[in-house]
């Protein structure tokens, strides 16, 4: 008999718990949010450092780890250990893994590049669901994991999936250690087993950065892909899916697809709803009203055109209480903004993001007055105006030199190493490319 939970209890309620723990607790590096992802916790290149020490890993020659940024650690040390290494590719859209294998005389840094996510797609050699290959040992990234194997992920499927495909391949079998790397706050002690099915992947150990834990019994890993839990749209979306279903169907299986995602794939976020302040006052989670009292239809799109303007005046004013007079809007012209001098930050990571510099800039007390963000060319521009004081006072010059101090070893992102820092340097004005109102910084 199925035992049955409350209906609060579910993954997704552990997930919050840890997600919002390590916040609370600033307990996480960049990205800084971890809602909806694998944390990349401190302590993760600890926690790295203790699994290649154990003998699964200084026993395996070809090693499957997840592409997540806490186990970028993990990706390094392997690579170091002239081990090959199979990164999932994101999402599967493209195939099923990178296949890495280090080369002779390469140094440390090159290494660290590699162990990227961008690294691994420059370096990496794509494979598909064909491949020979065997895989000595998995490693995954993890939201929570009870002492007994339970694992939760980030709640979108795609680990549970790739072992799943792993075992049709005969990459993996039933023997296959995996292990995850996690904050000790992601270890619980025990996970109501009713939450799980047989598509979730366990885990044999864990490793924190401070604590290795055996996990005995093991418990019974993915022996299939579940066709019924997938979609035709999500076979769509993964080519790999659909080219193995065709190889199964050629072996005569009967492949039966599901009408839906379940929640364990889906999990998309709810929609976002505007806040709308109305007339009154009142503030709330509503639809805002359109504008009323102007006529929508084709008479006054005619009248338009005719140059019959007071249309819309005279028909509005018919409608508003007597003794009252409508007002007239005139056009609010936008004064320009005098830029006093502007700083060009460039060597941005192209995963930094304008939020991660605004939190930098507010923790250092710069407040420049726009934001120009060319992330994707790794640059960035800073605008500032002068500063004013009282009325009766001169407008005082911005000091340049002490804006630059106060950003000098400036990190955002992704860095390869320690010393790759934001290069900061005064610039001339550049034209508008993206602006963001940066007032509250």
Known sequence: MTEELPPEVTKHSFRLKIWDYLMKNELVHFPLSVYDRIPNFKGAAEAASRLAELEEFKKAHIIKINPDKPQEPVRFLALEANKEILVPIPRLRSGLFFHVTPVAGITKNELRTLSKIHGLNEAGKSLGID?????????????????????????????????????????????????????????????????????DVPVDIIVTPTETIIVNPRLKKPTSIIWNMLSEKRLEAMPVLQQLKEMDEKDGIVVILGQNEPDYVRNKRPPRTRRVVLADGCGGEREKPTKTGFPRGSSFRKAKADGDTNVASSEVQEKLPNGVKQRSKKPRSKSRLQIDFSLKLSNISSYARIRDLKNELSVRGVKPNKIIWQGCRGVCYLHFNKLKKKTDLPEQPIQVDSIMANLRDLRIGESSNETDFIIVEPTKPISRIEVTDVTAV
């Open 131 to 199: 491949s020979k290959i065997k895989i000595d040992l998995v490693i995954l990234g993890s939201v929570c994991v009870s002492r007994d194997g339970y694992r939760l992920g980030k709640g979108k499927g795609f680990a549970d999936l790739e072992f799943a495909l792993m075992v049709r391949m005969g990459a993996v079998t039933q023997d296959t250690t995996v292990i995850t790397t996690v904050h000790d706050c992601q270890v619980v002690d025990s996970l109501p087993p009713a939450l799980f099915k047989e598509h």
